[in-house]
């Protein structure tokens, strides 16, 4: 066991952790912060994606050792201080761009990273993005309308509501 | 559209908020005081006997509590089936024993040998690793046909062979089928493989037992699309706990697509280990152990032949489908190929004459059943497929010969026992073309021809049964339960409603679509409605959310108790008012006396119901909560056309899916937005079946496709944007909806869409070819051009 500090979501946290520990086992059981969920053992499925020092990592592929001294953005940070959603959570609400939610967190959080690289993505940019997050509920056409809106484009010729 | 809210509104999901914010709750998030952690040990080769399982080693491991084997669960009842079929000679199918933990055999990779309960999941799993298993491996059967050879080995030594059932229907048709092929004028068939598929919903499963020794009262907590069938089937038939002395939660669930209907193993594990530990006990499956335990879906190999008279009208259809069982039959596996799939043969056209024979076959493998659309994707995905064939053959429009065979007149009893109480093809079809614009084709053909890619169209149709099922019919067919459902409407004194519905909500967004028809029967707005489900402990008995049966089975339950509801609430709102009681009319929640401006409004009638001081109760009973149950008198007939246009790279074999248009048929709509959602997820669910996805299991039962690293999940990049429309309506005349279902419309019509339009980009460019199986890699499209 050695012990972990990192910040999480602009807190300081510090826990102690087995070198075998990963970052997103950290985060949903030491810390709590069920919110970034695991989906797959292989690093494939990106419902377990993090911001780690502004970069988007899928947390299963991390050891929370590796994150000492980071500083980590889960989904639970994502919402305005007020408590309200965020531009992105809110489109994807808005244009229904979620059903389970199990693979939400990460796709939220995907989307974010993308939008801070390049803001005003196109479709093959958003979809290029996307293809280390599954989803099994939505067929993507929703999630990438909700992105290309959160981005500020009009969605309004994209077909169906 | 309706501005408030109500029936036909897109209203934003209210469950998102939690979804979208991490504060979603997940049977993975939830954890136990003093909970302990399960690791399961399982078989690493597909078929053996069990000859030594020794645990000392791992026993004396840190932090293990106890190791669990077979012998534990040696009084144990099985894993029950709940659907039995009666075979075309009238014997009922071979039925084997499916034990919780291995007896003595092991029969697929993932079986279950062991189970190591530590106090913590890493302990667990460094101990399983210290389990010494020895099996004395025996031959493994994974190709159906070579499982009914009469030398292969039996999966199960107790029966007589691999053969499930040799199911035959309508078998009085048969020989009248025979004869209407001896006098067809033409006659296509067409061999065709419906591929293994693996549901995969993206939360993988999870169970927690626990067990309050001072009440005697287990609690399972479980990612189940149904919480009352697996606590009946886990109660009654596996652990002889009493439904009162058992809970079973579903809380929020990750997605299902049929694999979460069925009690599995674990679930009984982890109820049977909390009790014996006294201690709740907690399993979360890895995506690998998923792989090898979750049910996987369809795997027919099917022949099917159609016959035509000189006229182009079809006169009979027949098949021959072999259908993978697995290993053991899953809950409700030996329905799927049968009795949602035969009686679907008819699809969207008048064929006087169908015969379906269907083989069932236990193999090494993973059991198999109901995955999204189940059966009726097959049936299908066949029938769309021989017609197109059909046409070639003929030298006529696909398109044309389906409309001039489609049925026309309702209700139309097919001849595989379903009636069709409604529809309308011709419409669906007209939609398609304008949303699709299949007259513009030609053009974008020839732009992709500019660019070096073959450009194709495949269009199909399609019709499913939904809203699952009338009890008597079923019960007639084989299943060993009811498919009502239930509602409990509870109104609270200041007015706010929470019902109490036995569906489940895995993503389909129940908390918001379902207040909308409440709301909408009182006249109130949807945020006074609560939607409470997922716990036995409060909801009444249902049978759950599959087959795209909630709003039409478990929605008109809430209906029949909103009727209740509104029934007596008039009774009160006359006697508030001193007037009759049929003359009181109930409009935007405002109760009134016909023909006077006297009114009361909801809340007044609520109060006086809990306050009831001027209030009638030697007539009335105070409070106001009513509950229904529902049983459909017929399923619902949800139906469409779809196409898709591919580019195929004549050099890589490459499909992309350049567009792909859906024209639906879902009856009454209630949340549009949702609708289209499902419409969405469906297809590119059909769409991943189509091109990417495939459980392929080598000779010796190991299974290839284990992980997403070799299982082609569709990704963002792998569909388009999607036109979807469904405003052709006929509603459903038998529910007070008049919904039909749309959850699995996606998966069933997709498919052939794809191939279609495959096979005619490659004719397109002079390939003779008529068939490619599914999934349509670039490898097996490359090989088709080169033959």
Known sequence: ?161 | MPADGGIGAPNKRREDVRFLTGKGKYTDDLNRPGQAHVIFVRSQVAHGNLTAVNTDEAAAMPGVIRIFTGADFAEVGGLPCGWQVTDRHGEPMQEPAHPVLAQGKVRHVGDAIAAVVAETADQARDAAEAVEVEIDELPAVVDMKAALAADAPKVHDDLSSNLCYDWGFVEENKAAVEEAFANAAHVTTLELVNNRLIANPMEPRVAIGDYDAAGGDSTLYTTSQNPHVIRLLMGAFVLGIPEHKLRVVAPDVGGGFGSKIFHYAEEAFCTFAAKALERPVKWTSTRSEAFITDAHGRDHVTTIQLALDADNNFTAIRTDTHANMGAYLSTFAPSVPTWLHGTLMAGNYRTPLIYVNVKAVFTNTVPVDAYRGAGRPEATFQLERVIDKAARELGVDPIALRRQNFITEFPYATPVAVEYDTGNYVATMDKLEEIADLAGFDARRAESAAKGKLRGLGVNCYIEACGIAPSNLVGQLGARAGLYESATVRVNATGGLVVMTGSHSHGQGHETAFPQVVADMIGIDPSMVEIVHGDTANTPMGMGTYGSRSLAVGGSAMVRATEKIIAKAKKIAAHLMEAAEGDIELKDGQFSVAGTDKSVAWGDVTLAAYVPHNYPLEDIEPGLEETAFYDPANFTYPAGAYACEVEVDPDTGKVTIERFSAADDFGNIVNPMIVDGQVHGGLGQGIGQALLEHAVYDEDGQLLSGSYMDYAMPRADDVPFYTVDHSCQTPCTHNPLGVKGCGEAGAIGSPPAVVNAVVDALRSAGHDVTHIDMPLSPHRVWQAMQA
């Open chain 1, 1 to 161: 066991m050695a012990q972990v500090s990192m910040t999480v979501n602009g807190k300081a946290v510090s826990a102690e952790a087995e070198g075998r520990t990963l970052l997103s086992q950290f985060l949903r059981e030491t810390l709590g912060l069920t919110g970034t969920h695991v989906g797959c053992d292989t690093g494939q499925c990106g419902a377990c994606t993090v911001h780690v020092n502004g970069r988007m990592v899928k947390s299963c592929n991390m050891f929370a050792a590796e994150a000492d001294g980071a500083r980590i953005t889960t989904i639970e940070g994502m919402a305005e201080a007020d408590g309200s959603l965020g531009a992105i959570q809110a489109a994807f609400r808005e244009h229904h761009g979620l059903q389970c939610g199990f693979c939400t967190p990460g796709m939220v959080m995907a989307a974010a990273a993308l939008l801070a690289d390049n803001p005003k993505p196109s479709e093959a940019d958003i979809r290029a993005h996307l293809s280390g997050n599954l989803c099994r509920c939505t067929g993507y056409h929703n999630i990438v309308k909700a992105i290309m809106a959160a981005s500020g484009q009009d969605v309004g010729a994209i077909a169906a509501e």
